[in-house]
């Protein structure tokens, strides 16, 4: 079983850098920026790299994803900085928080999924390639990006089960990851339950 040092305040202050990492929103920022207009405001209301794309093209929505991507390795890394390995894991999962639910824009953001991917490498590279393959396939057969970002983080939270199972904060780690994507996903798996969920739509 792994053993981490634990400090009270250091874990506080990685949550408070993880989630001020979270807030930096990069749909909104671009869309306001370049667009004059809020992504929320079209499509499914997202902020997150596939409304990008349905509603401002491939460019944007591909800069987006990247850059959710980069915020939380940013906020794995100044986690570590802190505290360690599970000040890393405790700044990964508030950025997710932050992402999804940000403060400083009326704690509506996007699903968490690219974040979380980021994570997934940052905290178990295998366990990230796996579900990269997994997803990869996933998309190739059904097109749809929802089922994507579900069996991701699903099979993520598998391979950690599997392969770090003594890593028990990590395995928190996925778990909780893997129940904020899927309650952010709610009304994606409704429409995949009765088959009505549209291709390449998060």
């Keep these: 079983m792994e ?15 993880g989630y001020l990492c979270g807030n930096l929103q990069t749909a909104i920022l671009i869309s ?19 409304n990008m794309v349905r509603v401002f093209g491939f460019k944007p929505g591909i800069v987006t994803f990247l850059g959710d991507f980069c915020k939380a390795i940013a906020a794995v890394l100044l986690g570590r900085l802190q505290m360690g390995t599970l000040g ?22 996007g699903k968490g999924v690219a974040s979380s991917f ?45 392969f770090r199972f003594s890593d028990i904060a990590l395995v928190v780690l996925a778990a909780l990851l893997t129940a904020i994507v899927y309650l952010r996903h709610i009304d994606n798996i409704r429409r995949l339950l009765h088959n009505e969920e549209k291709q390449i739509v998060n």
């Design 3 to 17: 053993q981490y040092s634990f400090n009270m305040l250091l874990c506080l202050a990685s949550a408070a850098v």
């Design 32 to 50: 306001k920026r370049y667009y004059h207009d809020d992504v929320r405001g079209h499509g499914s209301g997202n902020a997150g790299s596939t």
């Design 88 to 109: 890393g894991y405790v700044s990964a999962l508030f950025a997710v928080l932050g992402h999804c639910y940000p403060a400083f824009a009326g704690f509506r953001g």
């Design 118 to 162: 980021a994570i997934a490498w940052m905290t178990f590279p295998l366990g990230a390639a796996i579900t990269t393959v997994v997803a990869a396939l996933v998309l190739a057969v059904t097109k749809k990006v929802s089922l994507v970002s579900l069996s991701g983080v699903l099979v993520f939270l598998i391979a950690t089960l599997v």
